[in-house]
């Protein structure tokens, strides 16, 4: 499995239960990438999507992706 916009990893650990090997992952931010190296060190990260090569990423049967969520309105915080 690839995850696109992984975040902390809440693909990868759904695929782990299911009995998926995760193998890479794309997430430009550096706090939840230490989060998921944490919790899968043997996963590859692979960097910001938009410099990704999909020739290049190593073959999986499953993508996915969780959406962008900076932009999400989350309790707290000010719509503007």
């Known amino acids: 499995m690839g995850s696109l916009f992984d975040g902390i990893g809440g693909f990868p650990l759904a695929a782990v239960r299911a009995g998926i090997k995760p193998l890479w992952a794309s997430e430009i931010e550096a706090f939840p990438i230490e989060v998921t190296k944490h919790h899968f060190p043997s996963m590859t990260h692979m960097g910001d999507i938009t410099m990704l090569d999909g020739a290049?990423?190593?073959?999986?049967?499953?993508?996915?992706?969780?959406?962008?969520?900076?932009?999400?309105?989350?309790?707290?915080?000010?719509?503007?």
């Open 56 to 80: 290049r990423l190593p073959p999986v049967d499953i993508i996915c992706g969780g959406s962008p969520c900076q932009d999400c309105p989350w309790p707290g915080r000010a719509l503007v």
